[in-house]
T-cell receptor
Framework: EVYLVESGGVEVRPGGSLTLSCAAS????????MHWVRQPPGKGLEWVSL????????FYSESVRGRFTISRDNRKNSVYLQMNGLTTADTALYYC?????????????WGRGTLLTVLS | SSELIQVPAVSVALGQAVSITCQGD??????TSWYQQKPGQAPTLVIY???NRASGIPDRFSGSSSGNTASLAITGAQAEDEADYYC???????????FGGGTKLTVL
């Protein structure tokens, strides 16, 4: 069975940095583009970033571009999100998601999320 | 434009049909996916590539699209269909993903 497990969410101060991790299992990880999607408490989904199969293709939302960096390690079946210059607007549940076999933006598997809280 | 617009809330009587819409300029060029999210749970893919049901999704769910508007239809709504529904697609650049603001479906 396909699993995605996020980790690394904590409470940080504005201006701080943090790296989230997502461990994947149950599918050939290096054949799929991976995404990060976030959801502020009580609000809707916001796409954050994607990384292509070999890590060379990386795209970001305008709200995080220049502050966040997505990466992956196909040997460890993991994807990461390094976040710098955090603000209270970054407070959210961060989901890792896998693209569907037909490609993105179809996201067919999601983790349970990891909560980042940026305290003012 | 990179925005997808959804009506915030829709209600439907048990067993009746309902449609949830998603509007955006990028939908003229790119297909839409739909996701269901129940309280405290991660989203679940319902429809991909405009009108294809994801694995395990009941056939009462269907998708369609015309011009800049995509629709998710539920025929014979069940109590377990009460949830938030989100559309997504590529943005106009084609290099990013955009989600609609979500529609809360209440089954009466």
């Amino acid at each position: 069975e396909v699993y995605l497990v996020e980790s690394g969410g904590v409470e940080v101060r504005p201006g701080g940095s943090l790296t989230l991790s997502c461990a994947a299992s149950g599918f050939p990880f290096d054949r799929y583009t991976m995404h990060w999607v976030r959801q502020p408490p009580g609000k809707g989904l916001e796409w954050v970033s994607l990384i292509g199969r070999d890590g060379t293709q990386r795209f970001y939302s305008e709200s995080v571009r220049g502050r966040f960096t997505i990466s992956r390690d196909n040997r460890k079946n993991s994807v990461y999100l390094q976040m710098n210059g955090l603000t209270t607007a970054d407070t959210a549940l961060y989901y890792c998601a896998k693209e569907h076999r037909t490609g993105w933006p179809n996201l067919d598997t999601w983790g349970r999320g990891t909560l980042l809280t940026v305290l003012s | 434009s990179s925005e997808l617009i959804q009506v915030p809330a829709v209600s439907v009587a048990l067993g009746q049909a309902v449609s949830i819409t998603c509007q955006g300029d990028s939908l003229r060029s790119y297909d839409t996916s739909w996701y269901q999210q129940k309280p405290g749970q991660a989203p679940t893919l319902v429809i991909y590539n405009r009108n294809n049901r994801a694995s395990g999704i009941p056939d009462r769910f269907s998708g369609s699209s015309s011009g800049n508007t995509a629709s998710l239809a539920i025929t014979g709504a069940q109590a377990e269909d009460e949830a938030d529904y989100y559309c997504n697609s590529r943005d106009s650049s084609g290099y990013r993903v955009v989600f609609g603001g979500g529609t809360k479906l209440t089954v009466l």
